[in-house]
Structure formats: structure tokens, C-alpha cells
């Protein structure tokens, strides 16, 4: 029996969404935040109204739009990576040590000055993504080229990350937690990052030979390599490419703030694993990884000002909302489609 939300046609998304399962979380989300609109209209006192008040103010967008950056860009890298064949379990790691570098880029150039006439904030940003990709490739060459367990070479990827950013800001800078640099880009500047790269991202998957390529990687790569296209070297370009996404959000989460905060899980908190999450929740598809990704980050932006408005709402059970949520589309809904020969090593026949 077919999903009578898929049946909906929405002629601008139509193009850029190509499974009804993608089609129905966009519709669904749509419906949910409309009712919760006509809800809280007419009961303007009650918690369901102060939800809506909060869910539809400028302050939530605006958070919502600063911790989206890094969920969504992170969530578009684990695509390349995964769709190639390589699983990236190592994105927080990833978002996590450009975080740093970009904050420590900065303070060294200093806000307000340049290098060869390239401002301070556009120097933070670049090498944050390349400490990513550094990092990425490294993960790369342990798996593709000593087909090392990927699972375990990831989480490897976060705990040196989340062991070494914080170890290198004690020394830098006195302490885990950075100085603040006085000067951010603004939530405009993330919110137009990830949009570019959503479609971008989407674009390269399935516009592009690349593209038929990554996914032929993931899916069949023997028969990638009979035609003659080297498997490893479209998996090295899947990992890089996630390194270089995850370099741009985490860079995007900590130059929102200026800062570098490393205490704890540091300032990134789980995003690269919610970013995981999102790429499987919207199914591989950019768009739908967008959505998954807005959808999170407008969770944590609401519990916090819930939480300011008086309602006792604990962080933990409120982070746990965006697994359960998967849980239950999932199976409702769908299931995500995983690239059958993802994780799988590949020893090409030349």
C-alpha cells in the first residue's frame, strides 16, 4: 500500500527529491509545523502556544540556523563518504578539530587583519577545513589502503580529536576553553553555506559522472572496475570530501561564537554523530539530510528557550528526541537504503 503522503507533488522539490520516502518527511515536517502554528494560535496560553511562539520567533531561526551548519554539512560529507563505500563514524572528530584550528587561525592572523589580502575570518575557515581534510585523509589511507576496520578507525579519528584539540588549546591558550576573538560571521553567513552546499552536494551526486561513479563505488564496485575506473581513488575523493564538508561546519560552529570551547564533549557535542543520524534519517539524499539536520538543531535552539521560560526540560532527554524521532519514521514510514557494499574492503582485479 503506498503512502498517500508520497503521492503529493511539489513542483519546485520535485526535481531535487527522488524517493517517496524523502518526499514524505519534507510533506510530514511541513504538516507537523503547520499544525503546531494553528494550534498555538488558538490556544496562545498554554504550553502547546508558548511551544509555537518559541518555534516561530526570530531568535529560535537564528540559533536554529547557527547549530544547523554543522549537523548539515557533516551529514553531507558522511554521504559522499558512505555512497563511495567507506563509512565515516569520524565526523565529530572531523567537526571537532576545525573547530580548533580555525579559532587558533584567527587569533593568530587577528581579527581585523589579512594575509595577502584575505581576511582573518575567510584564513580561520580555510585552515579549519584543511585540518579536516588532513585528518580525513589520514583515515583514508588506514582504510582503503591498509583496509583497516573502519568502524574502529573512526571512532579512533573522534577520540584523538577530542583528546588533541582540547590538550592543544591548554597549551596555546592556558586553557580548553579559547579567548573569545570579539568578531563571528553571522548565522546569514552559515545558513548560506549550507543551502550552497545541500545543492551543490546534490548537483555532484546526480548530475555528475563523479557521481555515478560514488555511487557505483558503494553499490558495485567490481563493476566500476571493470569499466575501467579505479575504485580506491573514488573512495579517497568520498572520505576527502567529507573532510573538506566537516571542515566548513565545524569551522562555521565556532567562528558563530568566536570561540573554541573544549571542555567536556567540547563545543560540538555529539553533532557529528546527530549528523550521521541525519544523512540516514533524510536517506542518503542531500535534501532530505537538510531537512533532518534543520529539523534537529530547531529541537535544541526550542529546549533551550523553553528552558529559559521556566519549563524544567533536561538536556539529555531532549538530545535523545531526534534518535527516537528516527526510530519511529523509520519504521512507519520507510527504511533508509544503505549502499550494499558499504564498509566492505575492495581488492581491485588489475
Keep these: 500500500m503506498r503512502n498517500p503522503i508520497a503521492d503529493l507533488s511539489i513542483p519546485i522539490l520535485d526535481d531535487l527529491i527522488e524517493s517517496d520516502y524523502t518526499r514524505s518527511l519534507v510533506v510530514g515536517v511541513v ?35 547557527r547549530l544547523a551548519a554543522p549537523i548539515v ?33 584567527a587569533s593568530v592572523v587577528g581579527i581585523g587583519n589579512s594575509v595577502l589580502g584575505v581576511p582573518a575570518l575567510a584564513v ?6 584543511a585540518a579536516s581534510t588532513v585528518l580525513s585523509a589520514v583515515f583514508a589511507v588506514v582504510c582503503i589502503e591498509f583496509k583497516a576496520d573502519q568502524i574502529i ?20 591558550f592556558g586553557g580548553v576553553n579559547t579567548p573569545n576573538l570579539g ?33 557505483a563505488s558503494g553499490e558495485n564496485p567490481k563493476a566500476l572496475d571493470t569499466v575501467g575506473v579505479s575504485v580506491s581513488r573514488v573512495r579517497y575523493a568520498g572520505v576527502l570530501l567529507s573532510g573538506v564538508l566537516s571542515g566548513v561546519g565545524g569551522s562555521a560552529l565556532a567562528l558563530s561564537i568566536g570561540q573554541f570551547v573544549g571542555s567536556g564533549e567540547t563545543m560540538v557535542q555529539g553533532k557529528g554523530f546527530i549528523a550521521i543520524v541525519a544523512y540516514l534519517f533524510g536517506n542518503y ?9 534543520v529539523l534537529f538543531a530547531g529541537l535544541d ?50
Design 31 to 65: 504538516v507537523v509545523f503547520g499544525l503546531l502554528g494553528v494550534v498555538g494560535a488558538a490556544f496562545p496560553d498554554s504550553v502547546a502556544g508558548d511551544l509555537a511562539a518559541i518555534a516561530f520567533s526570530t531568535s529560535t531561526a537564528t540559533s536554529t540556523a
Design 73 to 105: 554539512l557533516a551529514g553531507l560529507g558522511g554521504i559522499f563518504a558512505e555512497k563511495s563505500g567507506v563509512i565515516n563514524i569520524g565526523l565529530e572528530g572531523l567537526l571537532i578539530i576545525s573547530a580548533f584550528v580555525s579559532i587558533y587561525a
Design 124 to 129: 580561520a575557515f580555510l585552515a579549519g577545513i
Design 153 to 172: 578507525a573512526g571512532l579512533a579519528v573522534w577520540l584523538i580529536a577530542l583528546g588533541l584539540a582540547p590538550f592543544l588549546s591548554r597549551v596555546l
Design 183 to 215: 568578531a563571528s560571521v553571522g548565522w546569514r553567513y552559515s545558513a548560506t553555506l549550507v543551502v550552497v552546499a545541500t545543492l551543490g552536494s546534490w548537483w555532484l551526486l546526480n548530475r555528475t559522472a563523479f557521481g555515478k561513479h560514488l555511487r
Design 285 to 293: 539524499n542531500p535534501l532530505g539530510t537538510l531537512g533532518a539536520g
Design 301 to 350: 535552539a526550542t529546549q533551550i528557550r523553553l528552558q529559559q521560560l521556566g519549563y524544567a526540560i533536561p538536556d539529555t532527554l531532549v538530545q535523545t528526541i531526534p534518535y527516537v524521532v528516527v526510530i519511529v519514521v523509520l519504521t512507519l514510514v520507510g527504511r533508509t537504503q544503505i549502499p550494499e557494499a558499504a564498509g566492505e574492503h575492495y581488492e581491485t582485479e588489475e
